[in-house]
């Protein structure tokens, strides 16, 4: 049986225009790891509407409060959890699943990326080797890169058919840190979710929160060490180092 994950205790966050002119001496890190789902891609809105629409079916509504708590959460965990707490059985909620996907997959085409992200990684490529850590499944994940064109871009890809264990679960940072063959201490972590911030520095990473889906102040709380509005930002921290 796997051991109880237990969340580590975290010292509070640097803020990035605070640490570029304030912020203790850092060194620049060797690997940059990214989350996929708004932090690349603009696809949170894609997922609840196809999430939504796949539960509706099953007659399960969910107030936005609830919704909004299972940002950052796989889609496996919260349609069993929802479909459970319904009195859905795991055959029922498995198809409520596939639902999901096959009206994501449907509605694809209207993904946009994050504004400067592609940018940021053709920019991060020749200076940082490059990783992607998601909790899409294999097929979104591949598919997104290449819509984005940014798959050769990356030295190592996680995605969900290669962990057990959701964020907040460290997991999935821990098999890209060892894809890499690198200490989780010269590696950054760009997440836009409480749970990937919480997984990051679960992994023992530095851990960047970009503000695309929750406020500077929810990032803060979860232990991030940077919090960012955008890749420009970032990218002009990394440049003074």
């Not at 629409?53 to 107030?63: K, N, T």
């Not at 009195?87 to 085409?109: D, F, P, W």
């Not at 940072?173 to 409480?194: M, T």
Request: hydrophobic content about 45%; glycine content about 6%.
């Amino acid at each position: 049986m796997q051991p109880a994950f237990v969340l580590p205790q975290y010292k509070p966050p640097y803020i990035a225009s605070e640490t570029i002119m304030n912020g203790p001496a850092m060194t620049k890190p060797t690997a940059l790891i990214f989350d996929m789902d708004g932090v690349l891609i603009d696809s949170e809105p894609l997922h609840e509407r196809s999430k939504r629409e796949a539960l509706s079916q099953a007659g399960i509504e969910v107030p936005e409060e609830r919704f909004a708590s299972y940002t950052g959460r796989s889609d496996t965990v919260m349609i069993n959890d929802l479909a459970a707490e319904n009195g859905i059985g795991k055959e029922e909620s498995q198809a409520i699943l596939r639902s999901k996907h096959t009206i994501y997959e449907s509605l694809e085409h209207e993904l946009e990326p994050i504004e400067g992200a592609v940018d940021f990684l053709h920019w991060a490529k020749p200076r940082f080797r490059l990783a992607l850590a998601t909790s899409a499944n294999a097929r979104n994940r591949q598919k997104t890169a290449e819509m984005l064109g940014i798959a050769p871009l990356f030295e190592v890809a996680v995605d969900a058919s290669n962990f057990e264990h959701p964020k907040p679960s460290p997991e999935v940072f821990l098999i890209a840190l060892e894809k890499l063959g690198l200490p989780a201490d010269s590696c950054w972590v760009v997440e836009d979710a409480i749970n990937g911030v919480l997984a990051a520095k679960a992994a023992g990473c530095f851990a960047v929160g970009l503000t695309t889906s929750f406020s500077r102040e929810a990032l803060e709380e979860a232990g991030a060490d940077m919090v960012i509005e955008n890749f420009a930002e970032l990218q002009h921290f990394l440049e003074s180092l």
